[in-house]
């Protein structure tokens, strides 16, 4: 028998209040474990010193009073779940399985998303667009309607303006561009 085993028959047999069974192997276990034998003799050493206190005197209503208070405080036994019952069969506390289960949870979450086909995209059809030169147009004169109260203001404008009302003039040089931002 192991300690575990033994340890909370250790009471049970310091009241002998253990069958003989039981009591041959805790008296076998007490006689080749020290740390056993040691904890049998620390309950015989209490019991004895709680043997030797005076009785206390209790009122008649104290036992009520005890079991109406104990009732109210009173938690529900939770059922075993499955968690616990997994721990106690690989002998490990249910907190130490959390994170296991979470990892396992997540690894095969990752394979069902990785395997599971997701639909084509399906993408819009193109919107068709005016020709280049009308777009820039559209937006020249866009922005000629925004800044029509102070034409002067904005010399990027004022300089597109020029080039696309000339053609002879040549495309705008990088240097233009930056100057316009």
Request: aromatic residues 2%; neutral net charge.
């Amino acid at each position: 028998m192991n300690c575990d085993t033994i340890r909370p028959w250790i009471i049970e047999y310091g009241d002998g209040d253990l069958d003989a069974d039981r009591r041959a192997r805790v008296e076998a276990h007490l006689n080749g474990c020290a740390d056993c034998a040691q904890l049998a003799r620390q309950m015989a050493a209490t019991r004895g010193l709680l043997r030797a206190l005076p009785p206390q005197r209790t009122s008649a209503q104290f036992e009520a009073r005890l079991a109406e208070r104990l009732a109210r405080t009173q938690r529900p036994v939770p059922r075993e779940g499955w968690l616990e019952r997994l721990a106690a069969s690989w002998r490990v506390p249910p907190r130490a399985l959390r994170p296991a289960l979470a990892l396992g949870a997540a690894a095969v979450a990752a394979v069902g998303i990785a395997l599971h086909p997701s639909p084509p995209t399906v993408l819009p059809p193109p919107v068709p667009i005016a020709t280049e030169s009308a777009l820039v147009s559209q937006c020249v004169a866009q922005h000629q309607s925004d800044v029509a109260a102070q034409p002067l203001s904005d010399p990027a404008a004022q300089n597109l303006t020029a080039r696309l009302t000339d053609p002879a003039t040549a495309a705008p040089t990088n240097a233009d561009v930056e100057d316009s931002l």
